[in-house]
């Protein structure tokens, strides 16, 4: 390769990282997604997929999403100072609640128990705090 291609592809790179919000801000986004359902239980109830996430630009993120199915509506949005921290909290708690879980930020929600997972996981959650502890 030549010194004067990988000097440009390393300037690239380079204003790339600095350009980027998500490497360079902590606080941003924590979101809740109700996705679509397909499947209906034998009782006539859905077991709901959900995602949790973090973003700094929620608005630009549900745009770009592109997950296994649309999400079918926003359950909770709140803002936090530190976005992987509280993500990380909320996964952790979710765990908890011996949910059926699909990759990393992906739970399976029986319809009934969707009211109390949502109030769960929000529940003592301020804005701007910082990081905070759920308790299962």
Known sequence: MLKVVADEFIRRTLQKTKNNKRANQ???????LKLKSLVRNKDGTY???????????????????KGPDEPEEVLCL????????????????????????????YFQVPEQLLDEIVEGVFQNHH????NYVLSP
Do not use: M
């Open 127 to 130: 804005s701007f705090t910082g």
């Open 26 to 32: 902590d606080h941003g986004w924590l979101y809740l």
């Open 47 to 65: 077991n709901r997929w959900v995602k949790i996430g973090e973003c700094t630009e929620f608005v630009a993120r549900l745009k770009q999403y």
């Open 78 to 105: 709140v803002p936090v100072h530190n976005r992987v921290a509280s993500h990380n909290s909320t996964i952790d708690f979710l765990i908890s609640k011996n949910l059926v879980r699909a990759r990393r930020e």
